[in-house]
C-alpha cells in the first residue's frame, strides 16, 4: 500500500498540451490580432496604390500638395508658380513626386490605429488628427525643401532623403503612442466577469 501511495504522490498531473497551447494563444491573442489586421490593411494600401485608379488619385493628390505648397511660397514672398506637380521659380525647381507625399507614413499611421483594440470613436478622433498632423507636416517638408535648395543646394538630397522621411517615421510612431496613451487614458476599465 506503501508503494501505491508513493506512486500516486509522485504522478503529479499538468496542463494538457491543449490548454498550454490555449493558455499561450490568450495572451498572445491580441498582440496576433493587431499584427493581422495591421498586415491586412498595408495590403490592401499597396494594392490599391498598385492599380490605375490609386495612381490617378495619388497623382491628382500630389498636384494639390504642389499646388498648396505653391501658396504658401507665395505667402511668403517667394516668386514660384506650379507646372502639375512641379514648383518652380527663377532660382529653384522641384517636382513633388511619389515618396514625397506622407502618403505611406499616414497610412502606417492610420493602419496602426485601426488595427488597435480601442472605441471607434476614438479610432475616428485618432484617425483624423493624424492626417491632418502628418499632412500639414509635409507641407512643411515641401516649402522646407524648397528653401533648402535655393540657399542650402549642398545639403538638399540629406535633407530630402534622409532627415525628412526620420521626422516622419518618428512623428508617425510618437502620434500612435501619444493615441494610444490618450485612448487608454479615458477608455473605463470593465468590470471582472
Not at 68 to 86: K, P
Amino acid at each position: 500500500m506503501s508503494r501505491q501511495k508513493k506512486k500516486k504522490s509522485q504522478k503529479i498531473p499538468g496542463p494538457s498540451l491543449q490548454k498550454k497551447w490555449k493558455a499561450w494563444y490568450a495572451s498572445k491573442s491580441p498582440i496576433f490580432h493587431f499584427s493581422v489586421k495591421f498586415g491586412v490593411l498595408l495590403i490592401l494600401f499597396y494594392g490599391l496604390l498598385a492599380t490605375s485608379e490609386g495612381d490617378r488619385v495619388l497623382y491628382s493628390y500630389l498636384e494639390a500638395n504642389a499646388w498648396l505648397a505653391n501658396a504658401i511660397l507665395h505667402g511668403c514672398g517667394q516668386n514660384t508658380h506650379v507646372s502639375e506637380v512641379t514648383i518652380q521659380s527663377p532660382q529653384f525647381a522641384m517636382a513633388i513626386r511619389r515618396g514625397c507625399d506622407a502618403v505611406e507614413p499616414t497610412w502606417l499611421y492610420c493602419a496602426a490605429v485601426l488595427a488597435f483594440p480601442a472605441p471607434f470613436f476614438r479610432k475616428f478622433l485618432g484617425v483624423l488628427a493624424g492626417i491632418i498632423l502628418l499632412q500639414a507636416l509635409n507641407l512643411v517638408r515641401i516649402v522646407t525643401l524648397y528653401w533648402i535648395g535655393i540657399h542650402l543646394p549642398a545639403f538638399f538630397n540629406s535633407a530630402h532623403m534622409e532627415i525628412w522621411p526620420t521626422i516622419f517615421i518618428i512623428t508617425a510612431i510618437t502620434l500612435f503612442v501619444g493615441w494610444k496613451g490618450w485612448t487608454f487614458d479615458r477608455v473605463e476599465p470593465k468590470a471582472p466577469a
